[in-house]
């Protein structure tokens, strides 16, 4: 068979990679100039920022896609600073992480932990079993025969608010939690329970960088590519999928040639897909809520900062106002908002690769409004806003222990509509859809379209587009 992937994003490229190994022709078509999509790369100045994902977790789930990757763990695998100035450092050891909760919280917050963690695992290996590694859409997922204790663990219809609460007497464990509701793009009060699944995930198999930032991963993908014999085409666009009698039969690019398939696979956002690349546009089911974005922070800094980890979070003191900002309440009349007292996230590669001698390279990173002019966006086009934002956020960080605003070299931002302008991704959204098991499904509205990537099950996040790749690879299945 001849497949054509929509996308040079790593779901596609690691779609490529199982399909060619398949022992199908594989040709793969991007609209921008480089590979890799959100897992973005620059440089400047001697300095090298992912302006995407900086945390690889889940290794095992690249194992078998023939990449040569150095990986280096991390401990802490993230430090956490609360607004009352305890310090929590978090670690894939269990033993270790509940002595630190100890050291910090005291002996009833670990206990408490140790209980939520039963509880995660629980929700973590009912998941894998039953969603992770197959296709899902809202009628089979109805359909599915989950075991009663499966059904139990991961608690339909409760939040992971609801949860926390439930488990953690310690408010800032409870915020803790309530962070990795963000990881999926959503908001904790609304996010399902089964989102108890990411901290499990990334604790339980460890975080992990690569040597030169994360950007190597696509380097990585991009020369298994190669050696499949799998031609990437660069700054080639694709207008529309074509289809016959019900069967899509290729894709037509903006330079008007039309490239025969035989299956197409689309790692572009499920609803650009269906509302914008098939000849006629279709109502998109399974959609669950968009994901929150981002605002971004690129900064070259002297001298050394040792209270940051490889990656530190600065917590807010009041966590709900930051999510009714980026979030916004249009049946209440509440526009989303820049939130003006976010949490700050940033990452702080110890890695001489990435920075001069003497200087750090920092990607912070806020949770952020989509962009856009309805009442859930914000316009971050808005002339002064992005510099404005970001002059706010160094003053956040100075009032949260950390002034580097006499250290800083350079600045630059990047806001929710660079990402969308650079991927394509609806108002620069981080992970398509935002968490929850209702993702549209990775099989299309007409037979041989095929859907990867964070928008489409199961979901946003390195691991979780590389498990779509592989669905779907193993839907196709092998050259005949």
Same mark, same amino acid.
């Given at each position: 068979?001849?497949?054509?992937?929509?996308?040079? @994003?790593?779901?596609?490229?690691?779609?490529?990679?199982?399909?060619?190994?398949?022992?199908?022709?594989?040709?793969?078509?991007?609209?921008?100039?480089?590979?890799?999509?959100?897992?973005? #790369?620059?440089?400047?100045? @001697?300095?090298?920022?992912?302006?995407?994902?900086?945390?690889?977790?889940?290794?095992? +789930?690249?194992?078998?896609?023939?990449?040569?990757?150095?990986?280096?763990?991390?401990?802490?695998?993230?430090?956490?600073?609360?607004?009352?100035?305890?310090?929590?450092?978090?670690?894939?050891?269990?033993?270790?992480?509940?002595?630190?909760?100890?050291?910090?919280?005291?002996?009833?917050?670990?206990?408490?932990?140790?209980?939520?963690?039963?509880?995660?695992?629980?929700?973590?290996?009912?998941?894998?079993?039953?969603?992770?590694?197959?296709?899902?859409?809202?009628?089979?997922?109805?359909?599915?025969?989950? $075991?009663?204790?499966?059904?139990?663990?991961i608690a339909p219809g409760r939040s992971? #608010?609801?949860?926390g609460r439930r488990y953690l007497r310690?408010?800032?464990?409870?915020?803790?939690?309530? /962070?990795?509701?963000?990881?999926? %793009?959503?908001?904790?009060?609304?996010?399902?329970?089964?989102?108890?699944?990411?901290?499990?995930?990334?604790?339980?198999?460890?975080?992990?960088?690569?040597?030169?930032?994360?950007? &190597?991963?696509?380097?990585?993908?991009?020369? #298994?590519?190669?050696?499949?014999?799998?031609? &990437?085409?660069?700054?080639?666009?694709?207008?529309?999928? !074509?289809?016959?009698?019900?069967?899509?039969?290729?894709?037509?690019?903006?330079?008007?040639?039309?490239?025969?398939?035989?299956?197409?696979?689309?790692?572009?956002?499920?609803?650009?897909?269906?509302?914008?690349?098939?000849?006629?546009?279709? /109502?998109?089911?399974?959609?669950?809520?968009?994901?929150?974005?981002?605002? =971004?922070?690129?900064?070259?800094?002297? @001298?050394?900062?040792?209270?940051?980890?490889?990656?530190?979070?600065?917590?807010?003191?009041?966590?709900?106002?930051?999510?009714?900002?980026?979030?916004?309440?249009?049946?209440?009349? #509440?526009?989303?908002?820049?939130?003006?007292?976010?949490?700050?996230?940033?990452?702080?590669?110890?890695?001489?690769? +990435?920075?001069?001698? %003497?200087?750090?390279?920092?990607?912070v990173l806020v949770n952020a409004a989509?962009?856009?002019?309805?009442?859930?966006?914000?316009?971050?086009?808005?002339?002064?806003?992005?510099?404005?934002?970001?002059?706010?956020?160094?003053?956040?960080?100075?009032? $949260?222990?950390?002034? =580097?605003?006499?250290?800083? /070299?350079?600045?630059?931002?990047?806001?929710?509509?660079?990402?969308?302008?650079?991927?394509?991704?609806?108002?620069?959204?981080?992970?398509?859809?935002?968490?929850?098991?209702?993702?549209?499904?990775?099989?299309?509205?007409?037979?041989?379209?095929?859907?990867?990537? %964070?928008?489409?099950?199961?979901?946003? @996040?390195?691991?979780? &587009? !590389?498990?779509?790749?592989?669905?779907?690879?193993?839907?196709?299945?092998?050259?005949?």
């Amino acid at each position: 068979m001849r497949v054509v992937v929509i996308g040079a @994003g790593v779901g596609g490229l690691a779609a490529a990679v199982r399909l060619a190994a398949a022992g199908h022709r594989v040709d793969v078509y991007e609209q921008a100039a480089t590979i890799g999509g959100k897992l973005g #790369r620059y440089e400047r100045d @001697g300095f090298r920022f992912d302006t995407g994902p900086s945390l690889l977790t889940l290794p095992q +789930v690249f194992a078998d896609l023939g990449l040569t990757l150095e990986l280096e763990p991390l401990d802490p695998v993230v430090r956490h600073v609360f607004p009352d100035g305890s310090v929590l450092d978090s670690s894939s050891d269990p033993a270790v992480f509940a002595e630190r909760i100890a050291d910090a919280f005291g002996a009833a917050a670990a206990r408490d932990w140790a209980r939520f963690w039963e509880r995660a695992e629980r929700i973590w290996a009912a998941s894998w079993r039953s969603v992770l590694q197959r296709e899902v859409s809202p009628a089979s997922l109805a359909r599915l025969s989950w $075991r009663v204790g499966d059904l139990l663990a991961i608690a339909p219809g409760r939040s992971l #608010r609801a949860l926390g609460r439930r488990y953690l007497r310690d408010w800032r464990l409870r915020m803790l939690l309530d /962070r990795y509701a963000t990881y999926t %793009g959503a908001d904790p009060r609304r996010a399902p329970a089964a989102l108890a699944a990411v901290p499990y995930a990334e604790l339980a198999f460890g975080g992990w960088y690569l040597p030169g930032g994360l950007g &190597v991963l696509a380097t990585a993908l991009q020369e #298994r590519c190669a050696q499949l014999s799998i031609d &990437v085409h660069l700054s080639s666009p694709v207008r529309t999928v !074509t289809t016959t009698a019900g069967r899509a039969t290729g894709v037509t690019l903006a330079s008007g040639a039309h490239i025969a398939a035989d299956a197409v696979v689309s790692d572009v956002d499920a609803a650009v897909l269906y509302r914008d690349l098939l000849p006629t546009p279709r /109502r998109l089911a399974g959609l669950a809520d968009r994901s929150l974005a981002g605002f =971004v922070m690129l900064l070259g800094v002297d @001298g050394h900062t040792p209270q940051l980890a490889h990656h530190t979070v600065f917590f807010p003191r009041n966590y709900n106002a930051e999510f009714n900002a980026v979030f916004g309440d249009p049946a209440h009349g #509440r526009r989303a908002r820049p939130a003006s007292q976010p949490t700050i996230f940033i990452t702080r590669a110890p890695d001489p690769a +990435v920075h001069p001698e %003497g200087a750090e390279a920092w990607f912070v990173l806020v949770n952020a409004a989509r962009h856009g002019t309805a009442a859930g966006a914000v316009d971050w086009l808005r002339p002064g806003l992005a510099p404005a934002y970001a002059d706010h956020l160094l003053e956040v960080l100075a009032s $949260r222990g950390l002034d =580097v605003r006499d250290r800083v /070299r350079f600045l630059e931002t990047r806001t929710p509509a660079d990402l969308a302008a650079a991927t394509a991704a609806p108002g620069g959204t981080i992970y398509g859809t935002a968490g929850g098991l209702l993702r549209p499904s990775n099989r299309g509205p007409v037979d041989g379209l095929y859907l990867v990537g %964070g928008s489409a099950h199961p979901g946003g @996040g390195l691991p979780m &587009v !590389t498990l779509s790749a592989k669905i779907v690879a193993d839907a196709i299945g092998p050259a005949r």
